[in-house]
């Protein structure tokens, strides 16, 4: 699903993408911070609205993952909801907020803090 978003090819038929998400949702409990955000970020870029159960999946693992989470994996989790326009559970927020505050120095303000501002 990212490497489909980031070639940015002719936007993928409806089908492949329930099945991507499918597959996704199937997984997502192996994934490590930036696959979070990765995933999430490939949705913004293929203009698709992931279902409500993938994105309660994704949310349950970076919640439980949220002591691991770097700068940049945190900014763009945070910025994917706000551009998919989803309303980030509460967990999660308090969870990267939290762990934002531990990582405050190693923020690189050029970069995360500009999708942060998607906020």
């Not at 090819?9 to 911070?33: H, I, K, N, S, W």
């Not at 609205?49 to 309660?56: A, D």
């Amino acid at each position: 699903l990212h490497t489909l978003a980031k070639t940015r090819c002719r936007p993928p038929c409806a089908d492949m993408l329930r099945a991507l998400e499918a597959r996704v949702l199937a997984v997502c409990g192996d994934f490590e911070p930036q696959q979070v955000a990765n995933i999430l970020w490939a949705f913004v870029t293929l203009r698709h609205q992931p279902s409500k159960e993938l994105v309660g999946g994704l949310q349950v693992r970076a919640v439980a993952l949220r002591i691991d989470f770097i700068p940049q994996a945190i900014a763009n989790t945070l910025w994917a909801f706000a551009a998919l326009r989803l309303p980030p559970n509460e967990a999660l927020v308090a969870g990267l907020i939290e762990r934002a505050v531990v990582v405050q120095d190693d923020f690189n303000p050029p970069g995360d803090c500009q999708h942060a501002v998607g906020i």
